[in-house]
């Protein structure tokens, strides 16, 4: 079947990206507002955008009435946020912060997370992560509006954290990850069967 993204809802739209782009990578997102209210959520429209200089984007959709949610109004007031790796060991922790809590809680408490300082930045990361990177705001574009509107937040990476049991030599143990992806709904994938493969040859 074929159809025009034009005859479909925003909701059967969504329905149909996030069980074909998959798996997505999850950003574990740490903000603090700026009267200093901790935030923690994940968000899977995520993805690495570039090494010079070196950036990253997710996607925090608007509330159902049409409010940004908690982490993009953190970060568009303070221009500050971490992002966070999600793998097996934190995957059920993760979960919990994806409740629809009031702006004030802190979802490190309601989930019991340990909280690590940032370097570069006021605001916490997961401790426990394999890996944080530390964001300056670049730039938040607003790509739609009212409930489920779409927001493209855009971090400049300023400092990154990974796990010492992770990395060997310098070079990080890929194979030792153990990172989630997220497919459609609840569902989930874990990263246990890997595979090489060779580029072709360029001569
Ligand atoms: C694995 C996972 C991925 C998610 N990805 C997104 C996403 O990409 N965009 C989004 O708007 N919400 C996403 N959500 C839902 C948010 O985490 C949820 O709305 C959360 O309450 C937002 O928190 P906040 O209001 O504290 O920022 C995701 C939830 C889960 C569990």
Sequence with gaps: MNF???????RAMYHWMVGLITPRPIAWVSTRSSAGH??????????????????????PANNDDGSPKDTLRNLTETGQFAVSIVNEAVVDAMNMTAGAFDHEVDEYDVAKIEKADCVTIDVPRVSDAIATFECELMQAIQLGTGPGGANLV??????LHVDD??????RLKLRDLKTVG???????CRTNDLFDLARPSQD
């Design 4 to 10: 025009s993204a034009s005859e479909l809802s925003a």
């Design 38 to 59: 901790v935030n923690l959520a994940p968000f899977s429209f995520f993805n690495g955008v570039g090494a010079k200089p070196p950036c990253l984007m997710f996607c």
């Design 154 to 159: 855009i971090g400049h990476i300023r400092h």
């Design 165 to 170: 049991d992770l990395v060997d030599s310098g």
């Design 182 to 188: 997220r497919m459609g709904g609840p569902l989930y």
